[in-house]
T-cell receptor
Framework: LAKTTQPISMDSYEGQEVNITCSHN???????ITWYQQFPSQGPRFIIQ???TKVTNEVASLFIPADRKSSTLSLPRVSLSDTAVYYC?????????????FGKGTMLLVSP | GAGVSQTPSNKVTEKGKYVELRCDPI?????LYWYRQSLGQGPEFLIY????????DSGLPNDRFFAVRPEGSVSTLKIQRTERGDSAVYLC???????????????FGEGSRLTVL
């Protein structure tokens, strides 16, 4: 299983773009990259998923370089409500989430 | 309901007691997962159901933990002879498997906070 490494915490200010990078050096050919967000006292919430290059949705963008050994979650113009823990997960499709491991995640603190 | 529902939201029990935690997944979701989350840690996988059967229970820490999903919908996580180390938030999630060829998005409940005194 591909292990992921993320920064423990990050600080930002409202209106800034935040980029959280996840390292997954031993990602397998058929692994996908998924990011979740978790607010205090809530379960994690799916943000975005991708395999290569760039994926964008209404919440975030996910950048994956050609070697796929890392990925970057980009949050445009963050607000106070984006303060949360962000988890990067790597794993193969069709295998179920039993093979996915949530690490400690990145605690993002957005200040006014 | 529209989302994953977990009850109770909070449970305080004494060491050695038996506890049941209930999860009501999103209607139509065939896959159901239980995770455990300790303070400052990410969710830790416990067990995964596909329909009524436990497809993977490799995350259950020991035989005091057991989960069922008899009709392929509601699931109950059962903990016997609780220990202080079992204190955590127990999260349930459900998903539509194989949608679009990928593992489906997980939808989590708000969790059941278990405190063992």
């Amino acid at each position: 299983l591909a292990k992921t490494t993320q920064p423990i915490s990050m600080d930002s200010y409202e209106g800034q773009e935040v980029n959280i990078t996840c390292s997954h050096n031993n990602i397998a050919t058929n692994d996908y990259i998924t990011w979740y967000q978790q607010f205090p006292s809530q379960g994690p919430r799916f943000i975005i998923q991708g395999y290569k290059t760039k994926v964008t949705n209404e919440v975030a963008s996910l950048f994956i370089p050609a070697d796929r050994k890392s990925s970057t979650l980009s949050l445009p113009r963050v607000s106070l409500s984006d303060t949360a823990v962000y988890y990067c997960l790597v794993g193969p499709p069709f295998s179920g989430y039993s093979t996915l491991t949530f690490g400690k995640g990145t605690m993002l603190l957005v200040s006014p | 309901g529209a989302g994953v529902s977990q009850t109770p939201s909070n449970k305080v029990t004494e060491k050695g007691k038996y506890v049941e935690l209930r999860c009501d997944p999103i209607s139509g979701h065939t896959a159901l997962y239980w995770y455990r989350q300790s303070l400052g840690q990410g969710p830790e996988f416990l067990i995964y159901f596909q329909g009524t059967g436990a497809a993977d229970d490799s995350g259950l820490p020991n035989d005091r933990f057991f989960a069922v999903r008899p009709e392929g919908s509601v699931s109950t996580l059962k903990i016997q002879r609780t220990e202080r180390g079992d204190s955590a938030v127990y999260l349930c999630a459900s998903s539509l498997m194989g949608l679009g060829g990928l593992f489906g998005e997980l939808f989590f409940g708000e969790g059941s906070r278990l405190t063992v005194l």
